[in-house]
């Protein structure tokens, strides 16, 4: 094994669970992905993105794209009754925003 495959596998482990925490966008409450109550994922990452002021893109948009990157960057670690809440926090984070679904799943 070389050198950079070993560091590669060593420290890029947790690069995903630091851009949670730090995101240059939105400023997250602690623990907000850890919640069992869709509603209050939405509302917690809809609260964020209104009130920053270093995000890119509407608020929408940004806090949406924040639970994308936590639901992909978990992946198949993370267990299916996780995924449906966070899934139907998306659903109601496009409610809380009067969006609707463009695509299907």
């Known amino acids: 094994m070389t050198a950079r495959s070993h560091r590669t596998k060593h420290t890029g482990r947790k690069w995903s669970a630091q851009v949670t925490r730090n995101s240059n966008a939105l400023d ?55 995924k449906r809440v966070l899934e139907r926090a998306k659903d109601n984070l496009r409610a809380l925003f009067h969006k609707k679904r463009t695509t299907s799943r």
């Open 28 to 82: 997250l409450k602690k623990g907000v992905f850890a919640g069992s109550d869709p509603k209050k994922i939405a509302a917690s990452l809809k609260r964020s993105a209104e009130h920053s002021r270093r995000r890119k893109s509407s608020p929408y948009q940004s806090a949406m794209s924040m639970l994308t990157f936590y639901i992909n960057r978990a992946g198949k670690d993370l267990p299916a009754r996780r």
